[in-house]
């Protein structure tokens, strides 16, 4: 059972644009939701983070929205760049022992058009 | 910041051989590492964790004699995937975390290709 469901699985924008990715979960015990981009050939890196007690964070040209009683969130990208063109995972966490064990969704391949 | 790193890059091995890839964290130590596996176009996989000093705890479904971890030191720790096949070949990722806070860092990935 896939505990986090991302969408859509692929994107395309236009310079400029605003890209948005969804993801929903399942478990409520989940306490930590990040999204990670990824290139082609390298590992995840860390975009932006965000916690329930949150609604809204915002970094930059990233917003992270969060809606804990639909249990969703969701990652817009404003005026996206080509440079932004890669696949973003959004993921979920949930404390066991002393560290995170994340789930992560399935990924969005983002490309924006010049 | 943190940095991971991860070795090799690349690897491709005959069918029945072993690999090992390593897992480094550079300016910090991690009690703790992680190793994913993703197959193409598709989302990261836990396979296990990796405690310094200990043995790993593997997830559901991996096999522990297939996919061996070592976690000899506070900023290494090794998969060796022995006996390969085709089928083992995917995209290898650690991640490790400094400290007790939400900062995990991902390696940046071994492809294997087993022939």
């Known amino acids: 059972q896939q505990q986090v469901k991302q969408s859509p699985q692929s994107l395309i924008v236009q310079k400029g644009g605003i890209s948005i990715i969804n993801c929903a979960y399942e478990n409520t015990a989940f306490d930590y939701f990040p999204w990670y981009q990824q290139f082609p050939g390298k590992g995840p890196a860390l975009l932006i983070a965000?916690?329930?007690?949150?609604s809204e964070k915002k970094e930059g040209r990233f917003t992270i929205s969060f809606n804990k009683s639909a249990k969703q969130f969701s990652l817009h990208i404003m005026d996206s760049q080509p440079g932004d063109s890669a696949t973003y995972f959004c993921?979920?966490?949930?404390?066991?022992?002393?560290?995170?064990?994340?789930?992560f969704g399935s990924g969005t391949k983002l490309n924006v058009k010049p | 910041g943190a940095v991971v790193s991860q070795h090799p890059s690349w690897v491709i091995c005959k069918s029945g051989t072993s690999v090992k890839i390593e897992c480094r964290s550079l300016d910090f130590q991690a009690t703790t590492m992680f190793w994913y596996r993703q197959f193409p176009k598709q989302s990261l996989m836990l396979m296990a964790t990796s405690n310094e000093g200990s043995k790993a705890t593997y997830e559901q479904g991996v096999e522990k004699d297939k996919f061996l971890i070592n976690h000899a030191s506070l900023t290494l720790s090794t998969l060796t995937v022995t006996s390969a096949h085709p089928e083992d070949s995917s995209f290898y990722i650690c991640?490790?975390?400094?400290?007790?806070?939400?900062?995990?860092?991902f390696g940046s990935g071994t492809r294997l290709t087993v022939v």
């Open positions: 965000i916690r329930p007690d949150v």
């Open positions: 993921a979920a966490s949930i404390v066991r022992y002393n560290f995170n064990k994340f789930y």
């Open positions: 991640s490790a975390r400094e400290g007790r806070n939400y900062g995990y860092t």
